[in-house]
């Protein structure tokens, strides 16, 4: 268990300290930061609950084709664990180079908020430790989806689009994201709406469409109840209603402005969904997470008076040290991220 303390004590300890970096040491921070939560992710050693499963993953792609490994299910991951199999790698050297693109995103977003490091610390408790270490495709998707959200916000709806298609090559749900580009549009409504519709179409085709009786059926009727889905959705609700309440004190363009009420919005739509189906809904509900590190990287600055600032800042440091604690302590399925182990420590 000290491990995860560690990793959230890295935010944690440049918040409390206050510590100022200029430009080169910020690019050099991140750096570290970027490369330490890579290889904690890439070289954990029988932590996540489909460990075997992924292990099972990479033997089958030893001796098929290239394009049976593109044929089958999701093909990023899978041409991914063929190439790694042809190399005679490991299940460490996938879990690594998918740990490097979902901290790419992690990263790219957090730095991209007016308080990075709490941006940090509001993602290590569930979206580094509990995504990162435990649903590996969906984590490369969720990081590209990071990496989508960082360019809509900049008005770059091509990168968008190109990032959450590379997304779903690793996990076919984040075609789900494509139809925020539109929702958020502020101009050429109309061929914004034609585009990603078309593009929503071709992802829909190349992703889903043919497994999609098989995602209904796995997904929805047969719904194995997720443990603790209700309790993640509503972690996305509570920073979703404090954007909907407090969205004036916030200083974003409009594209900003919409894009986040429509996020905001998908996340409070997810507390009925989840009673309906807790399996389909949490899977989708991952790609909500943003919410939270958007909302409370940003809250400090409703108040203007800086000692305001600075509990309104401790009270998120407060609030994510206590999610990991509930977590840790009290999760179903923790025991099996428990205890953290590196390949070189078994």
Known sequence: MVPYWLFLAIPV????????????????????????????????FEVGGDWNAYIRLLQVQDGKTFW????AGDPGYYALNWLVAQLGGSIYLVNTICGMVFMAGVVRFARSQPLPWLALLVSVPYMIIVVGMGYTRQSVALGLVLISLVSLTNGKIRWFVFWVMIGASFHKSAILMLPLAALSATSNRFWSLFWI????????????????????VNYVEADLHSQGGLVRVLMNAIPAMLFLGFR??????????????????????????????STATDRVALYLIP??????????FIVSDPRQRGLITLAVVGYYILVQAVWLLFATNAAKWLPYQASFMA
């Open 68 to 71: 049976s490994a593109l044929t």
């Open 197 to 216: 519709s078309l593009m929503s179409l071709l992802g829909g085709y190349l992703f889903v469409f043919d497994s999609a009786e098989e995602l209904w």
């Open 248 to 277: 004036s004190y916030f200083l974003l363009s409009e594209s900003e402005r919409k894009l986040w009420f429509w996020m905001s919005l998908l996340a409070l739509i997810c507390i009925p969904l989840v009673i309906i189906s």
């Open 13 to 44: 300890g440049v918040i409390v300290a206050n510590l100022r970096f200029n430009e080169r040491s910020k690019v050099w921070a991140w750096a570290m930061v970027w490369m330490f939560f890579s290889f904690a992710i890439g070289l954990r």
């Open 291 to 300: 919410v939270q590190v958007f909302v409370f990287s940003r809250f400090p």
